[in-house]
Nanobody, 125 residues
Framework: QVQLVESGGGSVQSGGSLRLSCAASGFSLDYYAIAWFRQAPGKGREGVSCINSSGTTTNYADSVKGRFSISRDNAKNTVYLQMNSLKPEDTAVYYC??????????????????WGQGTQVTVSS
């Protein structure tokens, strides 16, 4: 059974850090591009960061550049999102998603095949 499970969310103060994990089971992440999306209350789903299948290309939303870092550990079948210098506007539910054969990666949610259930990140001022 294909499954993505996010973890690492929580509540932090502005300026703090969190590390999100997205663990895959039932399939290998080796040939998948992976993205992190987020959705704040009353807002649409927003692409935050993505990494291609080989790990050679990463993309970041302008709002998180220089603060967030995406990485993948294929041996652990897990993707990470390191979030530093968090701001209240980063508050959202964060989702990981994968798409097969991702030589590139994008922030178009319709391109992604499997999604996790989400993990809540709350940043207080």
């Amino acid at each position: 059974q294909v499954q993505l499970v996010e973890s690492g969310g929580g509540s932090v103060q502005s300026g703090g850090s969190l590390r999100l994990s997205c663990a895959a089971s039932g399939f290998s992440l080796d040939y998948y591009a992976i993205a992190w999306f987020r959705q704040a209350p009353g807002k649409g789903r927003e692409g935050v960061s993505c990494i291609n299948s080989s790990g050679t290309t990463t993309n970041y939303a302008d709002s998180v550049k220089g603060r967030f870092s995406i990485s993948r550990d294929n041996a652990k079948n897990t993707v990470y999102l390191q979030m530093n210098s968090l701001k209240p506007e980063d508050t959202a539910v964060y989702y990981c998603a994968v798409t097969y054969g991702g030589f590139y990666c994008s922030f178009n949610p319709t391109e992604y095949d499997y999604w996790g259930q989400g993990t809540q990140v709350t940043v207080s001022s």
